[in-house]
């Protein structure tokens, strides 16, 4: 396989966030698998302060038998909390991915968060960004936990991030992800293949 860069030895992190947690695949210069693990951002808290419990709060899904009663300023308090919870586990998540790993770490990549209301109760009365604010909510926490770090913040589109791995790679994407995955061993799914994508693609612009 032909390296992406010879002139900038350092790891990137590919991230495929899903709920709390994430996937992080991580790749030396030359596209080889240095690291892959499950991060949890939060533990104990809800999951989903915005869809669910800020939803409930304005009678949104009241109907639905696993709503709960809430107040407004209680459900906007829950998702400061989820919010903070989410910037300490980022941080930890990547101190002990940066402890872990053989090279230094110099850029993450982390699907491209849609823009939203500017607070969080006009987050959460309008319906279409109550559905994508969670998501964006840990999104954003794992990036403001990289660039503390000194770590570059790429930020990939899903819709086309495989066909940027593959220009980067110059060569079959779909090949390469299936003989890392029967090198790495289980598991090996759909999240450890979108991180890798977003590693290698993110690799491609930093030394383009």
Known sequence: ??????????????????????????????????????????????????????????????????????????AIALVERVRE????????????????????????????????????????????AASMADSILYREAMASAAEARGWRVHWYERERVFRDAETALGEDVDAFLRAMGKAAGAPWQAAQKLATAAALAARARTTS
């Open 85 to 128: 919870a989410a910037a300490r586990g980022a941080r930890e998540g990547l101190d002990a991915l940066a402890a872990s790993v053989t090279q230094p770490i110099g850029c993450i990549a982390i699907r491209v968060c849609a823009p939203l209301p500017a607070t969080t109760e006009e987050r959460i009365r309008d319906t279409r």
């Open 1 to 74: 396989m032909t390296p992406i860069a010879q002139t900038l030895p350092i790891a990137t992190v590919g991230v495929a966030e899903h709920g709390n947690s994430a996937i992080l695949v991580t790749l030396d210069a030359e596209h080889r698998l240095l690291d892959r693990r499950r991060i949890d951002l939060t533990h104990g808290l809800p999951t989903h302060p915005y869809h669910h419990e800020g939803s409930w709060a304005i009678g949104r899904y009241a109907k639905s038998p696993w709503a709960r009663k809430i107040s407004l300023p209680d």
